[in-house]
DNA sequence: GTCTATATTCAGATAGAC
DNA sequence: GTCTATCTGAATATAGAC
């Protein structure tokens, strides 16, 4: 019974719990109590092996973001590699954004569907040191995506462009945090994209990613590429609306 | 000095605090010494009139969402009555629905940004209490909406159409919540929209809210009328857009 | 590295005087 | 309705034995 996993596994045992917890609970309504009890170790450990609970939280975070920003990167480097100096065409600049991190939730050992969860919803925690903590991680990453989206659409404003990504983040944070309204009123949401197609039991986050990034990618490829709003500054944009109203 | 507003008067500066620091810190990280601290009340007072901090976050949301369950209602009848039996088209609906609720941004007696900014935020919060309250007070209203939407996209998979509405929901909250990496990342977000087209110091909310709602509504219309998805389970999806829409 | 025991702070809630 | 004082529990963090 002389398990020598002492160290290295407690370590690794308290991350996969607490990134699972976090993503039920959020980062204030995990206790360090429940972290340490359900991945059975002394409640000492994680002060320990991370230092405190915010440190905990950005090793969380920190392990899977690692790869992804490196992925990402790589993605795009490929792309402009082919390109040779041409523009990128927006549909790949999405794809490799987007569809790298929905293939994260494909792969258990890269953190699967919890870990793109949990990535939705604390992208919008406010705590201040997750905020900056994000900021650091994925400056570098926005900055090069930004950029090839300037040049594949060289005749919309950039800050249009800037406007557009962050809805379209909101719209896959939303779609992979799945804790919204809809979803519980409509009953309709993630988990039934698991057992869609075939009648087959449990398919696995592997397929519900896949299936996620197929629906999700035509939305943001057709918002990105929507008409641009009026620049003027009159009141209405889109209004067949009677002017009556007003409560 | 006889300040005779005792009761009424505490009870709605309780709610106005209450929904700005839950707005800045979320739900769990707001203690209701903060609270009663900031609105200058006793700390008893909220035991008092509301019965306990869950129900007090519950208040803060049901006298906003009261009426905008009723606005977003009534506009949709209005539509209704204008088609006459007729499909409507989809701009109206997400006018209808957006518009609606980024309209309470301008106005101040609404709640304004702040409690566009919270609804945004709170959406997200995984405590179940939350979730089952918004779940009630969206039930009818999403109803309503999701059936409009399927009479005016009558070629499109009910699915397809329910998760575009997730899709959607999503943008827009993270646009309101203005808590995303990007906002830091680039500098860029909701505060920008106040100063940008002339000089005049601080335009307000009413101003930002409109601003925000003309960019953002074509970008949502793009999103839901793109080319659907292949219907195919093989990987690919990045396919170009084959058929020219349909709307 | 792991554990027990504990220090310290703060949370939500309430009893009871006024 | 308001206020003081307090109950009770739980939080993070750490000291020190093993």
Redesign the pocket.
């Known amino acids: 019974m002389s398990e020598h996993r002492?160290?290295h596994d407690?370590r690794e045992r308290i991350l996969d719990v607490a990134e699972r917890l976090f993503m039920e609970n959020g980062y204030e309504a995990?206790?360090?109590?429940?972290i340490t009890g359900a991945a059975e170790?002394?409640?000492?450990?994680v002060?320990?092996?991370f230092?405190?609970?915010?440190a905990l939280l950005r090793e969380v975070f920190r392990r899977r973001l690692e790869w992804l920003n490196r992925e990402r990167l790589a993605a795009l480097d490929r792309l402009e590699q082919q390109a040779a100096g041409g523009p990128l065409k927006p549909s790949q600049i999405l794809e490799a954004f987007f569809g790298t991190l929905l293939r994260m939730g494909e792969d258990e050992s890269l953190g699967g569907m919890t870990f793109l969860r949990l990535l939705g919803r604390t992208l919008t925690e406010p705590a201040e040191f997750i905020r900056t903590f994000f900021a650091g991680e994925y400056e570098q990453v926005i900055d090069r995506y930004k950029l090839a989206l300037f040049r594949a659409l060289p005749d919309v404003p950039r800050a249009e462009i800037v406007w557009r990504l962050h809805f379209m983040l909101g719209a896959m944070s939303y779609a992979i945090a799945g804790t919204d309204v809809l979803q519980v009123v409509t009953g309709c949401g993630l988990r039934d994209l698991a057992g869609e197609g075939s009648a087959e039991g449990e398919p696995g986050d592997n397929v519900v990613a896949r299936r996620l990034a197929r629906r999700l990618m035509p939305f943001l490829l057709g918002g990105l590429r929507a008409p641009l709003p009026q620049p003027d500054d009159t009141s209405g944009q889109t209004q067949h609306r009677t002017p009556p109203a007003k409560r």
């Open positions: 002492a160290n407690t995990t206790s360090m109590r429940l170790v002394n409640l000492a450990a002060n320990y092996h230092g405190s609970k915010e």
